[in-house]
């Protein structure tokens, strides 16, 4: 049964610093990896996907790595701003169109 | 990007009562949705499998006879909570499968929260 964790479980920085965003997961036979943003009370915004065979994405301040082997992901948000402040989580399906598998999140908080 | 709707965004009722949550995949056509529910400081657990045209798939200790699911259309699937109780209060969010070539990429609602009284 996948298993997948993030660490830490809350996150405070001050405005301007770089965030790291760990996720691991048990089973490393997996079809790709996403991590999405949640603000309070809302739904699921998808950030990045990465497939199985990439080993980053990029998108903006973004960049979320994938090492399938040792069954870790990385997001790292650049400069981080108020707005950033949110829970970040972390998915992934066994194959294709299967159900998604959630680590427990990360709450940001980036004062200002 | 494409564009999942929920219906009600929040909803209280009286305990015994049904609500019905509907989720609608607004630019596209979605064979598979999911719904999960999420409860406060938790992350998201995987209730149930809709499939257009055939029975849901609920996960391992989800009551299929209390939560009815019914995906009658390629845009649409519906949610049903049955004699709801306060312990049914939570934030119940589907998303919809887009079988795009080499990404297999899911959108999520934003979301309805279920307070039961």
Redesign the interface.
């Known amino acids: 049964k996948q298993e997948v964790t993030q660490i830490p479980a809350a996150l405070s920085v001050p405005e301007g610093e770089n965030l790291v965003l760990n996720c691991s997961f048990t089973d490393s036979a997996i079809?790709?990896l996403?991590w999405?943003r949640q603000d309070p009370?809302?739904?699921?915004?998808?950030l990045l996907?990465i497939?199985s065979s990439q080993r980053e994405q990029t998108s903006g301040r973004l960049n979320a790595s994938l090492d399938k082997s040792s069954g870790r992901s990385t997001l790292y948000i650049a400069a981080s701003q108020p707005g950033d402040s949110a829970t970040y989580?972390c998915a992934v399906?066994k194959s294709?169109?299967n159900?998604?598998?959630?680590?427990?999140?990360t709450r940001v908080l980036v004062k200002p | 990007g494409a564009v999942v709707s929920q219906h009600p965004s929040r909803v209280i009722c009286k305990s015994g009562t049904s609500v019905k949550i509907e989720c609608r995949s607004l630019d596209f056509q979605a064979t598979t949705m999911f719904w999960y529910r999420q409860f406060p400081k938790q992350s998201l657990m995987l209730m149930a499998t809709s499939n257009e045209g055939s029975k849901a798939t609920y996960e391992q200790g989800v009551e299929k006879d209390k939560f009815l699911i019914n995906h009658a259309s390629l845009t649409l699937s519906t949610l049903t909570v049955t004699s709801a109780h306060p312990e049914d209060s939570s934030f119940y969010i589907c998303s919809a499968r887009v079988p795009t070539s080499g990404t297999d990429t899911q959108y999520f609602g934003p979301g309805t929260r279920l307070t039961v009284l």
């Open positions: 079809y790709n996403q999405f009370g809302k739904g699921l915004t998808s996907l497939q989580l399906p294709a169109g159900k998604l598998t959630f680590g427990g999140g």
